[in-house]
């Protein structure tokens, strides 16, 4: 069956701008995570959604980043005014029930680069 | 806070031995680990997890030990095949029965052939 899949793939852009993130998750996973990568880093969690709950925010490093999810379905993490330390890949994983014990199912992920 | 950490970074074996990747954790309260593989250019991939009132689970060629007394875990490959090459991540939940994972930095695995 379909996984989690993200894009754009790569994304290169220039300092100040803004960019949007895409992840479709695996279809009837309720629970939504998105995590940011450093390179040769583990990885740091951003935000989670869980249903119709309110997202669960506390690992958003600044208010420049935000995440959208419609329904149990596409979220969009957007990063407005790039800096160069917002460099990194970006990984969506989504889980049955977020029950804290489901597996979480990771995308491939997009490799932002901010010029 | 919450911490998970591996030993080594890198970990470089013969085909067809064993492989022993370790990891250290900080809290207490956790109540299960799981350890996944991320290779080059690809998302983290689930290969096995483990509760916490569980010393030892076994999948396919992989078995994880899990010593509670001084929070550490580790993640054993039986017959190191090339395709096992790797970054392999211990992590385990930022407080017990929380969603949310804290993971390790990684151990990059290499198998020589």
């Known amino acids: 069956g379909a996984g989690v899949s993200q894009s754009p793939s790569n994304k290169v852009t220039e300092k100040g701008k803004d960019v949007e993130l895409r992840c479709d998750p695996i279809?009837?996973?309720?629970?939504l995570y998105w995590y940011r990568q450093r390179l040769g880093q583990g990885l740091e969690f951003l935000i989670y959604?869980?249903?119709?709950?309110?997202?669960?925010k506390s690992g958003l490093p600044s208010d420049r980043f935000s995440a959208e999810r419609t329904g149990e379905s596409v979220s969009t993490l957007t990063i407005q005014r790039t800096q160069q330390e917002d460099s990194a890949v970006y990984l969506c994983?989504?889980?049955?029930?977020?029950?804290?014990?489901?597996?979480?199912?990771f995308g491939p992920g997009t490799r932002l680069t901010v010029l | 806070g919450e911490s998970v950490g591996l030993h080594l970074p890198t970990l470089s074996v013969q085909e067809g031995d064993n492989s022993i990747i370790n990891c250290a954790y900080s809290n207490s309260a956790s109540d299960y680990f799981i350890w996944y593989k991320q290779e080059s250019g690809k998302g983290p991939q689930f290969i096995i997890d483990i509760r916490s009132n569980m010393d030892k689970r076994q999948g396919q060629r992989v078995t994880v030990l899990l010593n509670k007394t001084v929070k550490h875990l580790s993640l054993q490959i039986a017959a190191t095949q090339p395709g096992d090459s790797a970054v392999y991540f211990c992590?385990?939940?930022?407080?017990?029965?929380?969603?949310?994972?804290?993971f390790g930095k990684g151990t990059k695995l290499t198998v020589n052939p």
């Open positions: 959604f869980q249903g119709n709950s309110a997202p669960d």
């Open positions: 994983a989504s889980s049955l029930g977020g029950g804290g014990k489901d597996t979480q199912y």
């Open positions: 279809s009837g996973h309720t629970a």
């Open positions: 992590a385990g939940p930022t407080q017990g029965g929380s969603e949310k994972l804290v």
